[in-house]
């Protein structure tokens, strides 16, 4: 069996509308698994962020897939202004490898719960869970032009207080390169 290596890359967020009434204090994860192996994480506080598309620049590399193997990829973002950097990052990393179906969201709201729970006068919470499967093979086929492959995800998140915006609007880049 053929092995092919790659680097998964959270690349970019993109706020259309942020949990608070400007600016987000945002803490994103990405986390990969391949078949049924554990999942390698990555955590990061990316700070301050409004309006407009920010560059994360996250990776993962050394990803390593046979043409049958499937390739999970999670990547989701938090806003959250509180002085527990270091819990939220652990907090947001574990919720990051443990999702496992289409309600995310919730699943990542219940995980940090903790953690924002002294924090309930603010605007933080999820903003933002995406979830992206393919095999080994395909994606072989989808990098073979050389290009790397790019999957944008955009989604609305959890409602906020009355105090904050009604939801946060945002979108976020994940793109996989193969290494040679």
Known sequence: MERASYRVQLSEISVQS???RRTDTDYAAISVQVGDTTARTVTRRIGNVGRGTKAVNMSLSKVVLTSQTQLRITWNVVNYGGERHDVLMRAVGSATEEQTNESGMTQLSEAVSDVLADRKKSCDGPVFYATFEITGAELSGQLRSGKPLRITRRQQGMDA??????R?????????????
């Open 18 to 20: 942020p949990r608070s």
């Open 161 to 166: 207080p009355s105090r904050c915006e009604s």
């Open 168 to 180: 946060s609007d945002y979108a976020a880049t994940v793109v996989i390169f193969k290494e040679r």
